[in-house]
């Protein structure tokens, strides 16, 4: 199925500590289908716009826990949200599973919403940079992740491991990490 002829038939958002909605996930259809497209979406702090691409799909109802607003809410099992955030204990409470009645204004007047991100915004997987602290588009990394041909993942100082091989690639990485944790020491 192509994203032309895609809508947006659900989307769930986060409530940020600052009283925006960032889009979390969007759920797609063609008229008349009983089932789905899903998309992971991220707010991108660095380039300052949304990256999302198609991570999924599957028969209706989907399911979903957290903010959400829904073209038709026969589409949505509701499950019990379990957000939660370092470093904001409140991120949970925030983030409650319930249906919006309409879209966020950020959103609002944008038409379809998998329409407005095509158009807008950058169609890319994220990798979270722990140093940056933001969600990076695979396709232009920050300098704390780089891809390992060999394991065939992501890595980095910026990431959650750092890959056991000897490729160039993690070579390079870790004595790059190697150098600033002697620094910090």
């Known amino acids: 199925m192509s994203h032309e002829s895609e809508k947006a038939v659900i989307v769930e958002f986060v409530l940020m500590a600052d009283g925006r909605y960032d889009i979390h996930q969007v759920w797609t259809s063609e008229p008349g289908r009983k089932s789905y497209s899903m998309y992971d979406v991220s707010w991108t702090k660095r380039d300052r716009r949304y990256s999302f691409h198609k991570s999924g799909g599957g028969p209706f109802p989907a399911t979903v826990s957290g903010i959400y607003w829904t073209s038709d809410p026969a589409l949505v099992i509701e499950e019990e949200s379990s957000w939660s955030l370092d470093g904001d204990p409140a991120m949970g409470e925030r983030n409650k599973t319930r249906r919006l009645t309409d879209l ?82």
């Not at 695979?138 to 992740?145: E, P, Q, R, T, V």
Request: with cysteine.
């Open 104 to 185: 966020p204004i950020d959103v609002k007047g944008c038409g379809d919403v998998l329409e407005w991100l095509y158009n807008y915004h950058h169609s890319a997987q994220t990798v979270y940079c722990d140093i940056c602290v933001d969600s990076i588009p695979d396709d232009d990394l920050c300098a704390h992740i780089w891809w390992c041909d060999e394991g065939g993942d992501f890595q980095g100082v910026g990431g959650e491991s750092i890959s056991p091989c000897d490729c160039e690639d993690c070579v390079k990485g870790k004595a790059w990490r190697e150098n600033a944790m002697s620094a910090i020491s």
